[in-house]
Every structure is written in structure tokens, then in C-alpha cells.
């Protein structure tokens, strides 16, 4: 699980801008970087946002969505998986996905987020 939640809000962020854009994000052979994203939403809108205001976009829509689940209930003990997943071997190599190392990057992905330790924005 090491390293991943970095690699898990690249991807968020990422996506974020994509379905802001109401982009299809289904289309596989296509991963669209910054540079190309920041072109579709300048021909787009006229607005000029570098990768650094396209994550800050991206990372308003996050803390928002974040928000809004916070007040509707769902907290950081919603933040997990189905049980199927810590207990049915997964892929070719046969491993199961481990409690402890989903927290972990679970509290690496709140710290990368500027979250406090229970998942809540500041």
C-alpha cells in the first residue's frame, strides 16, 4: 500500500477536472495530462489554468464533495472496502488486501489532502 495513496489522488484529481469537463472517462487508451487538460479548458472556457490551478480546482471539488458527504453522515468509517476484498485472493499472485494497510493509505491520502486524521477538510 506504500506509495499508493499518492498514486490514488493523481488519478482523483485528474478525474475531477475530466468529469468537470463532462469528458468520457470510460475511453481507456486515452490519459490525458495537465498540459492537454489545461488546453481543453482554455478552448473551452477562455479561462488559462496551469497543472497548479487545475489541481486547486480539482482539490475545491474534492473538499466540497467531502464536505457534503460529511454532513449527510458519511464519515472516515465509510471509507473502506467490501469485505470480499480483504478476504478473496486477488489477480495471479494470490494476496489479500490487509485492514491495517488500507488505513494506512488512508491516512496518507487524508494528510496529501491537508484532511485531519478522521477524513474532515480544513
Known amino acids: 500500500m506504500e506509495g499508493k495513496a499518492k498514486l490514488f489522488l493523481e488519478f482523483e484529481d485528474r478525474f475531477n477536472i475530466h468529469d468537470s469537463l463532462i469528458l468520457c ?52 468509517k465509510d471509507d473502506t472496502l467490501p469485505k470480499r476484498f480483504f478476504g478473496e485472493p486477488l489477480g495471479k499472485g494470490g494476496k489479500t488486501i490487509q485492514r491495517q494497510g488500507l488505513q494506512k493509505m488512508l491516512q496518507d491520502y487524508y494528510a496529501l489532502r491537508g484532511w485531519s486524521p478522521e477524513g474532515v477538510p480544513s
Open 25 to 76: 472517462r470510460f475511453y481507456r487508451d486515452i490519459y490525458w495530462d495537465w498540459e492537454y487538460l489545461s488546453e481543453i479548458v482554455e478552448v473551452s472556457t477562455g479561462i488559462e489554468l496551469d497543472e497548479k490551478g487545475l489541481r486547486t480546482v480539482s482539490s475545491t471539488i474534492q473538499n466540497g464533495t467531502r464536505r457534503f458527504n460529511l454532513r449527510e453522515g458519511i464519515t472516515s
